[in-house]
């Protein structure tokens, strides 16, 4: 399939970003999320990023512009009809992922094809709540998307060759670097980097460290852009535990157990930098531990 209109479903964090680098690409986009103040938030967002780039010489002026006008809101699911594509990146919840899926599939083309951009969760189960799944695949973009350039390419056990190749031209034509993924929980970077923050939770929870001796050892100490702590944040603390608990039950070993410092995080509503408070707060002036 030549792919030439992509829908976004969530314009969040990795949605607005999955519709900003499918712009600059020169694909159509429309960007759908559950109100309009969503998804106007989602354009702001995308209109921000892209000046940053034009101020930093990565873009053009007449790029930007460009882009933006590729770009357009769709209030419903019905607007997808005309889409050649569609990426789901809502929320790491596998039951509201499914509900979309079910929602959508009657207004889209036969031959549409369907993406999600899960962190973790099974492509094979999520193919299957769609009429489609020899054309669904996982396509996992890292955060945050326009300067991240790797993106993991994840087939289900349906997904068939003509689907993996057109997404996977997508992946190239974005600029990215693409990883091959086996339908396995968590498929290769969060497998390897959730554990890791999980851990630095327990190093936390148990007092070996404070949060700022903890980032300060793995960023000085391993030579890690971000602490792990730091990273959650950035992550969300409710994706964290998602992961974790996805990792925990579809592996059942105890080493992925979700640490109960980070549940208790989640209980509270700190989750991170979205809601100003996680292991750090950010409310003030600079961001400050808070444990």
Not at 218 to 237: C, E, K, T, W
Request: glycine content about 8%.
């Amino acid at each position: 399939m030549n792919i030439r209109k992509v829908g976004v479903i969530g314009a969040g964090q990795m949605g607005n970003g999955i519709a900003h680098v499918c712009a600059l690409a020169g694909y159509d986009v429309l960007l759908h999320d559950v109100s309009r103040e969503r998804i106007e938030a989602g354009l702001a967002t995308i209109n921000g990023n892209m000046t940053r780039q034009v101020g930093s010489g990565r873009i053009t002026a007449a790029e930007r512009e460009a882009a933006l006008d590729r770009i357009g809101p769709a209030q419903g699911l019905d607007a997808f009809e005309a889409t050649d594509l569609v990426i789901e990146s809502a929320s790491e919840n596998e039951e509201i992922k499914r509900k979309i899926f079910a929602e959508l599939c009657p207004h889209l083309r036969e031959d549409a094809l369907i993406a999600t951009n899960t962190s973790s969760i099974s492509i094979t189960r999520l193919a299957a709540s769609t009429d489609r799944p020899e054309k669904f695949i996982g396509v996992h973009f890292m955060n945050p998307v326009p300067v991240m350039e790797l993106v993991e390419l994840v087939r289900g056990i349906a997904t068939d060759d003509d689907t993996f190749d057109a997404v996977r031209d997508l992946a190239k034509k974005l600029g990215k670097q693409i990883a091959n993924a086996e339908d396995f929980p968590a498929f290769i970077v969060n497998r390897i980097l959730l554990p890791m923050i999980n851990e630095a939770v327990y190093v936390l929870y148990e007092g070996v460290g404070s949060v700022e001796s903890i980032d300060k050892a793995m960023r000085l100490g391993a030579n890690h852009p971000m602490g792990p702590l730091q990273l959650a944040d950035f992550i969300g603390l409710d994706t964290c535990l998602s992961i974790m608990q996805v990792l925990h039950e579809g592996l059942s070993d105890s080493k992925y157990r979700p640490c109960p410092l980070l549940v208790k995080y989640v209980e509270a509503g700190w989750l991170g930098r979205k809601t100003q408070r996680g292991f750090y707060d950010y409310r003030g002036d600079k961001p400050v531990p808070t444990r």
